[in-house]
């Protein structure tokens, strides 16, 4: 039986966000203007549901404001490179996992970052689905770009958005957010959108929602597999879609170290400081499918794992002395899975990037 590994990169990977990294190092409070807009894309894809628009789309939102300030494909490039922060034994994982199955990364992030992520990763970049875009054709006459730097000040000094998890509309939010978010809409759809660097919204499709779920999909096909055959790992809203695609379609969907929209539609949470816990899930799915690999995570010990047949001893070792946390998610304990999860995904990626959508 074929079965296939697919992963996001940030978060199952590495611990970066890359796009805020870039915001932030380019940028004047640049990390505040990042944060600003990820809430609001959260709002968009989550609340509103805006057609059109879908989670991740914060990394074309951001790109007019980076030309603004004369970043480059490479500076983009040369920054991946040098900045680049791994989950513990990552490099370990995707290389024990590529012996035992196929492997993809599926990730919103730039290709800059992941073809920096692939050479030091020793990774194929043609098993890579990811945001792309080239900012330097782009064009920008002085006065857009004066005026892009007003915004970006002015959007860097808004108030972040802290949303209700129980938020469904717009009319569930405060009065002062329905205005930031009206504010938003007008700087993105009737003023930058009119600029001739508008033109990068229509030429930009991040790699985020529903466009992870089709890359997904477009890999099975590929491959001549079923959706009951993948396991995908996701940590955030921009994998919303693919997780559930996954676990519906019968495949294993895991949320490692996840925020509240990657554990309310996974099988199964991970809390971890190193990815070989991922290693472990995936090879008991990869080798013996998502029932066994359910019994084992719902009775997670040392005597599950070798009921189940986990072939490495070596990285069996290895978790036994890490702090590692492996849940079925369940109604009964989602709530539970996702206030730990949130708490402990800050802890490994820090407040700032821990704390976006």
Aim: hydrophobic share 40%.
């Amino acid at each position: 039986m074929k079965r296939i590994f697919t992963s996001d990169c940030e978060g199952p990977i590495s611990k970066n966000d890359n796009a805020y990294e870039i915001t932030a190092y380019y940028i004047p409070n640049g990390g505040k203007l990042f944060t600003v807009i990820s809430r609001y894309d959260d709002v968009l894809a989550d609340i509103v549901k805006r057609e059109g628009y879908k989670a991740g789309d914060t990394l074309k939102l951001i790109l007019p404001f980076l030309k603004a300030y004369g970043v480059t494909d490479k500076m983009m490039q040369d920054f991946s490179a040098k900045s680049l922060i791994l989950i513990p034994n990552s490099k370990e994982t995707l290389a024990y996992i590529k012996k035992i199955a196929p492997a993809f990364i599926v990730s919103t992030s730039y290709e800059h970052y992941l073809r920096a992520l692939c050479e030091y990763m020793e990774f194929p970049y043609e098993n890579v689905f990811c945001t792309k875009v080239c900012l330097d054709k782009y064009e920008l006459s002085h006065s857009e770009r004066q005026r892009l730097i007003e915004l970006a000040n002015e959007i860097a000094n808004m108030p972040i958005m802290d949303i209700p998890k129980d938020a469904k509309c717009l009319s569930d939010l405060p009065e002062l957010y329905r205005d930031i978010i009206k504010r938003l809409d007008e700087i993105f759809w009737k003023e930058i959108a009119k600029m001739s660097i508008g033109k990068i919204f229509n030429d930009v499709n991040p790699m985020g929602g529903k466009e992870k779920a089709i890359a997904i999909m477009q890999i099975c096909e590929k491959l001549n597999i079923n959706l009951d055959n993948v396991v995908y790992v996701g940590d955030s809203i921009t994998d919303v879609e693919a997780l559930t695609l996954v676990r519906d379609g019968g495949g294993l969907a895991v949320a490692f170290n996840g925020n509240r929209y990657a554990v309310k539609n996974a099988d199964v949470a991970i809390l971890s400081e190193t990815s070989l816990a991922i290693a472990v899930v995936a090879e008991l799915f990869l080798r013996h499918g998502k029932d066994v690999t359910l019994k084992v995570v719902e009775k997670w010990s040392e005597k599950t794992l070798q009921e189940g047949r986990v072939v490495n001893e070596t990285l069996l070792q290895k978790i036994r002395t890490s702090n590692i946390k492996i849940a079925a998610v369940k109604e009964d304990n989602i709530e539970l899975l996702i206030e730990e999860s949130e708490a402990f995904r800050k802890i490994v990626r820090g407040e700032a990037v821990g704390g976006l959508g």
